[in-house]
């Protein structure tokens, strides 16, 4: 949980990072691709946020969280 203490304390790169090496551990695991989603969204990365969202999605396609956060990445 190191990239949410990043994120509250306002550094968004560092928690970005910081969950793309979660992402390294368990590539497949949906909560660290919401979170990098989600990071890049608050961000302005809006195409890296749907990139993140796009491959939850492939892993749970019937998970409508992952399908409304897609949704409003913009």
Known sequence: RLSLCYERSGD?????DSSLEALKIKPRRVFH?????????KNKQFDNAKRYYNIALEIEPDNQL?????????
């Open 33 to 41: 691709l919401i979170r990098l989603g989600d990071l890049y969204q």
């Open 66 to 74: 992952i399908r409304e956060r897609l949704k409003n990445a913009q």
């Open 12 to 16: 968004l790169v560092k928690a970005i």
